[in-house]
């Protein structure tokens, strides 16, 4: 029988991570300069490591350009890393004694934004749904039956839109759809990139009830990647927050955002809009954009906008380390770093 | 005194071979001058197109329009030529979301804005350079002097819409409509770019009309509040009004479905389905088929737009 018609199995017990990256490096060279030979390198995702434990909700947080979709690929596999590992729940991937990518990517899924783009305008949404469980193997009619029953469950009725085409339905419906689709191979960890971002905020709010409720059903484990700081605080119970390609600090939600402490996660947090007139923003939290991920500034990354930033910091990369109840990558929260500010 | 800008029952149809949408279905309101009025709405409710026909923007051919647009007493709907030139180049100016929109790409930005300078005010090429460099300090964009001899594909994102809006403001206008001008910035720079319009528009006491389908970023620049849903304002109040006490049902699902702080582990309140198509003319409330509160009144006739109070308007039977 076809490894796809199992349910997924729960293999090294709850206390192992559901998924390991360890070291992740990408690294685009952008073709120019003479004869056209590469000459700048944009530097995407620089060693990271991070794990993904059975059953949460990993939040990823930072601006554009800072790594969080080429992490998302690199996790199932779109595109190679340079380097590092990623293991799920014990198997290494693409490894002589581990699992193949194909398996990895049954059993990790994705959503993007734009719910246009990804769906085949000439299949109908049953279609669209019923094609990769028959890909892998599964007749055609129990593929169908399927994907009605994942339309019912994202919320959509099967007598009314199992035969419609993308462009009949609205944007909410759409995403319903895609992440139908995700489900359709019963996966175990689902990405979602930007999944709610371009829905107005009454169909976002219905899709995140529906993520809930699909997430305890389904016994699923989301990493969710978002700019928008409020839904990620919703949804995740940890938080991850990049910038220019690295991890900054990650920790439970409530460490996060209750009592950040790398100076680029305050500001973030700060930067967002007050829903109170009366507590208006005074000041900006910090200024300038984001620099350039080719040759991103020495030592770390954020130094070139942090209000703290000394000597050292330009000198020496701060590596993540625990601090109480995160973990951060800052010299003024390491011990002896050399910065005015941390503790000798 | 006649406000800077006045809109009345101002409804734009789009006729095409296939379909007509009822894109405005009868907007009115006031904007003075030195007051920001914000435009909430979700995607298609009609804001960029209410934002648009203040500069007549849209395609005559297509395009059916109907009711009144005076700003500072003179109609923009039936105006032509050069006083329609003088209304788009000169008192009226727009910022967007995206700069390119604004900016030819073979030009540096100085050439760009000594050119909009020289057009509007007739001054001398020296003294249009200089004024440009003025406007990007005004921008706050650090040394200016070099920054215009930059071309838009050499600034970062949150630079190129600060030039934009120095580009807006290069002519001297009096009302500046700003279609969510920061919607495509990082956190980080948003707030920066919304800070400073807040400041721009202080300082050179200019009305602003100012879109947006963020409720955070229309409480942080806005005076008042006006709530757009399927062509129509629902609800008009000032900002704290607005925020407190939001009375149209639909406000007020927006407000409960849009996540903030402390909602966690509390379920959202959705509003379900989906805004109407917009190829008929409404005969009923457009919110019905989605509002909780729906009555058989609801039905017999679109509801007018009612005073809660002399400074809080809203469009329903039953929260009127
Ligand atoms: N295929 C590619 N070739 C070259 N550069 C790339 C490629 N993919 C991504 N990059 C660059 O890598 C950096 C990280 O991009 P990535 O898409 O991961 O950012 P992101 O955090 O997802 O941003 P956003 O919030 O805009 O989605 C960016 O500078 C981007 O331009
Ligand atoms: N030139 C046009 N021709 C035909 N239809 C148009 C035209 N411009 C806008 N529309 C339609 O009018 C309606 C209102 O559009 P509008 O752009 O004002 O929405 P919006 O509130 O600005 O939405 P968004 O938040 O997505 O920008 C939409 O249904 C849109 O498709
Ligand atoms: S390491 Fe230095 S520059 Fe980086 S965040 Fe900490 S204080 Fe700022
Ligand atoms: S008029 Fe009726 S249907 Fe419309 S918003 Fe008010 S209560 Fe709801
Ligand atoms: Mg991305
Ligand atoms: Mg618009």
Known sequence: MDTFVRLPVDRGGPAQPLLLASGLRKHFPIPGGLLGRATKVVHAVDDLTLSVAKGETLGVVGESGCGKSTVARLLVRLIRPDRGSVV????????????????LRRQVQMVFQDSYASLNPRLTIVETIA???????????????????????????????????????????????????A????????????AVSALDKSVEAQVLNMLIDLKDELALTYVFISHDLNVVQYLSDRVMVMYLGKIVEIGRVDAIYGDPQHPYTRALLSARPSMDPRRRTREAPIQGDPPNPIDPPSGCRFRTRCPFAEEVCARVEPPLADVGRQAVACHMRARGSGHSRASR | MTPLLSVKDLQVTFVTPDRTIHAVNGVSFDVKRGETLGILGESGSGKSVTLRSILKLHPAHRTRWSG??????????????????NLRGRRVSMIFQEPATAFDPVFTIGQQITESVRRHTGKSEAEAMKRAKDLLEMVRIP?????????????SGGMRQRAMIALALSCDPSLLLADEPTTALDATVQIQVLLLIRELQRELDLGVIFVTHDIGVAVEVSDRVGVMYAGKLVELAGVEQMADAPRHPYSRGLLASTVHDGMRGQRLEA??????????????????????????RCLAAPPPLKPVDDSHFVRCVVAA
């Open chain 1, 88 to 103: 799920l729940d014990g198997d290494p991937v693409d490894e002589p004694h581990g699992i193949t990518v194909n398996e």
């Open chain 1, 131 to 181: 094609f990769a469980p028959k890909a892998h193997g599964l007749p055609a009619a129990e593929a169908k039956a399927r994907a009605r029953d994942l339309l019912a469950k994202v919320g959509l009725e099967p007598a009314t839109f199992a035969e419609r085409y993308p462009h009949e339905l609205s944007g909410g419906q759409r995403q319903r759809v895609n992440i139908a689709r």
């Open chain 1, 183 to 194: 489900l359709a191979l019963r996966p175990r960890l689902v990405i979602l990139d930007e």
């Open chain 2, 68 to 85: 009144s647009i005076a700003l500072e007493g003179d109609e923009v709907l039936t105006m032509e030529g050069r006083a329609l030139a």
């Open chain 2, 143 to 155: 040394s200016p002097a070099q920054r215009l001899a930059a071309y838009p594909h050499e600034m």
């Open chain 2, 271 to 296: 509003i379900p389905g989906a805004p109407p198509d917009l190829g008929e003319v409404p005969a009923a409330c457009s919110f019905a088929p989605r509002c909780k509160s729906v009555e058989p």
